[in-house]
């Protein structure tokens, strides 16, 4: 990058939140996402304010600068990597906090990690109730940007349902607003769907390649504190899956549902039964692992009754360990994953959805794949609002065999295509999808349609979205 337009962005930020530095372009060139290689940015600016992203991305538009929005680096697809030779523009000090008390919603800046959000709504009895299982570094602009699930998400849906309305600044350094405080007299964020068609969703899943969050506006909810921790077993997949179903048809709250094959239940097993002290078991085929939450005791007594009565009518046991889905839960803020760090493993994720009763559909693609090519991995998932069921398979290498390495990327564009002929959907519209799965390519051609007008020199996170 030129002296002058280094310069020229350190009159805005200020010089101390500019560097160029070589270990500090390091930290910037990787994420948390193991399995993909890391390209060093040209340097790496931390703006104060939305007026000062603003400015820094006119910049960038004049000297045809590629930038790469980055809030807690915690993605694992790699798409948080900049492409060579680009300006990072990293956005945690942009960290305001508004509460909405009367309206139940809040506005956040960029750079608040769902950690400090519950801390903050915690004293107010409140919280958003739908985490990552990283969400101790993990923004919820960033969560934003890749339309995130994680616990909670089996009552209330991935993050986009959460989301009242958005601050953004467009490629071109113009400041937007959307929802209802897209009128500057509103009394704060109150509804997402108004001024015409959802501006809100365009930036939802965008992966920081048509704008820069510099707000989120979320809503929020009563705090439940009652919650139930089973476990039930089934013979078949199908019942297991027609159990997800059944306590949804019932008005039953699951806040957090994951349907375990035996498979996965020992691979988990080995993970965590330690940790989490849960006892040995001789585990059925299919073991569903549930938290049941509720903000009143009678609501949940009756949650925990209906549960067994289906369970029963469908020819289930209720296994009575309740130490999975309680470590589950009340880990959701520091994730299991970490134990796949502790263990050494580098990997490839690919996150997609299906619905409940295709359920077993993506675990069969998943073990052909692993078994196809000789890899070892292991699949986890959990229902995530309304029909939805998340899965975030992963394909392990060891990261010195370079020959396991590229088999692990070829699998990982071979599953996506299988996955989709089962009827997944992406979850993060990442590159693998679109260079496996040819059915695509009109819908990629309008979204390239929409980048081409909001960012007409492709200066935003090129190559991100679907490789946009
Ligand atoms: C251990 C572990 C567990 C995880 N569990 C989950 C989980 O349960 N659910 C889940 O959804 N994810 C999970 N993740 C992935 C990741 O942590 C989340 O998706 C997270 O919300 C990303 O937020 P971030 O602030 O770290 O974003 P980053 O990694 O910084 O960025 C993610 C993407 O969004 C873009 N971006 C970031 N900030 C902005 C912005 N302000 N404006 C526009 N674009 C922006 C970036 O360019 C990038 O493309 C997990 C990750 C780890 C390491």
Known sequence: MEESTIEKISQIVGPE?????????????????????????????????????????????????????????????GEVIPVEGALVIELMRLD??????????ATVGAGVTFGKLDKLLKVCGLWLPVYPESSLVATVAGNVAVNGAGPGSTAYGCIAEMVLG?????????????????????????????????????????????????????????RMEEFHYETYGFQESEQAQKFLIELKENNVNAVFASIYEGRILGFFMDMLGEEYHIPEHDWPPFTVS??????????????????????????????????????????RMRTFARSSYAHG?????????QTPSNWHKSIEAIWDVMDEYALLGHTAGFATGHSSYNFYPHLYYFPEDKEEERRVREAHVD????????????FKLAPYWVNGVDEMKEYMNVLKGIKDVLDPNGIMHPGVMGGL
Request: glycine share 10%.
């Open 290 to 331: 549930i938290t049941l939450g509720r903000l009143r005791e009678d609501q949940l007594q009756s949650d925990i009754k209906r549960a067994a009565e289906i369970c029963g009518g469908l020819e289930g046991e209720v296994i009575g360990i309740s130490e999975l889905p309680r470590g589950e839960w009340d880990d």
């Open 345 to 353: 493993w580098h990997w490839r994720i690919l996150y997609h959805h």
């Open 17 to 77: 939140y500019v560097s160029t530095r070589e270990d500090v372009l390091l930290s910037y060139s990787a994420s948390a996402s193991t399995g993909y290689d890391s390209v060093k940015p040209s340097a790496v600016v931390r703006p104060g304010s939305t007026e000062e992203v603003s400015e820094i991305l006119k910049i960038a538009n004049d000297v045809n600068l590629k930038v790469t929005p980055r809030c807690g680096g915690s993605s694992l697809q």
């Open 96 to 105: 305001s906090f508004e509460l909405h008390e009367d309206l139940r919603s």
């Open 415 to 426: 599953l996506s295509k299988r996955l989709f002929k089962t009827g997944a959907v992406p």
């Open 166 to 222: 958005l601050e953004v600044v467009l490629p071109d350094g113009r400041i937007i607003q959307t929802g209802s405080e897209a009128n500057p007299n509103a009394p704060g964020p109150f509804l997402r769907y108004a001024f015409g068609p959802d501006l809100t969703g365009l930036f939802i899943g965008s992966l920081g390649s048509l704008g820069i969050i510099t707000k989120v506006s979320v809503k929020l909810f009563k």
